[in-house]
């Protein structure tokens, strides 16, 4: 019953959603900026919707990388249709509700989303576009809505790094993009190295950086004991976000 619980949540991008949520916070501790929980709401609902979307049309794709989520899928269908409208329409009243510098932030990043299905299959390009839309939406979002922020470059750069280390380490689960060409082995170590160079800055960096340091650290560690099945890179690696986001916003 556990194991059935926990693949609903993961398969169903519930677990995404809730890293992005997660994240967003975390960054806000990192800007120095209050956390705004309709932001919050947006960016899980927003993440929610663009991978649903993703594995929907690119289902028969998906079952040579990831079986068990696509069986989930197919079965599912019907359910994560209405779940992703439900958060298509969550978003879109939250992005009215939250102004106009929000949905200059997430018109481009929407049109990403939208077009992720013919993107990931960009070789070189996959992880940093993946990263960078990520990193627009969980600090960009309170940064734009903020009357004023501190130390943003080193918070952008602590988070897009440690998303980027997730986002090598996926393209090394599913022998795909640039881990493809350059071999899985060096591809993660590349991955551990982007994580750590995430860590070093949050060390190095301004004090009220130190938060952030559950977020690069966590997925350091899930890259450490990594292995290539597919649960343990939707549970324990995509986990590391979700972990060091919420040890992040709720730190004292």
Do not use: C
């Amino acid at each position: 019953m556990g194991l059935r619980l926990l693949d609903a949540v993961v398969f169903s991008s519930l677990w995404l959603a809730a890293a992005a949520g997660a994240l967003l916070a975390a960054s806000a501790r990192g800007l120095e900026v209050p956390i705004d929980p309709r932001l919050v709401a947006l960016a899980a609902a927003g993440t929610l919707v663009v991978y649903n979307l993703d594995r929907l049309r690119d289902l028969e794709r998906d079952r040579l990388t990831a079986p068990a989520r696509s069986r989930f899928v197919e079965r599912w269908r019907s359910a994560l249709v209405l779940l992703t409208a439900a958060a298509a329409v969550a978003a879109a009243a939250l992005a009215w509700l939250t102004g106009p510098r929000v949905l200059a932030v997430l018109l481009p990043t929407a049109a990403a989303g939208l077009f992720h299905r013919r993107l990931k299959r960009l070789t070189w390009a996959k992880g940093a576009y993946i990263a960078a839309a990520w990193t627009a939406v969980v600090v960009g979002l309170p940064w734009v809505t903020a009357g004023a922020v501190r130390q943003p470059v080193a918070t952008t750069l602590v988070v897009f790094l440690a998303v980027y280390a997730n986002a090598i380490a996926s393209n090394v689960r599913d022998a795909e993009a640039g881990a493809a060409r350059v071999g899985l082995r060096r591809a993660l170590q590349l991955s551990r190295g982007v994580a750590a160079a995430s860590l070093a800055l949050a060390v190095l960096g301004p004090a009220p950086l130190r938060p952030l340091l559950a977020l690069p650290l966590l997925t350091l560690a899930s890259l450490v004991a990594f292995r290539g099945d597919e649960r343990y890179g939707l549970v324990v690696v995509d986990g590391a976000l979700l972990a060091g986001g919420l040890i992040a916003a709720l730190a004292p």
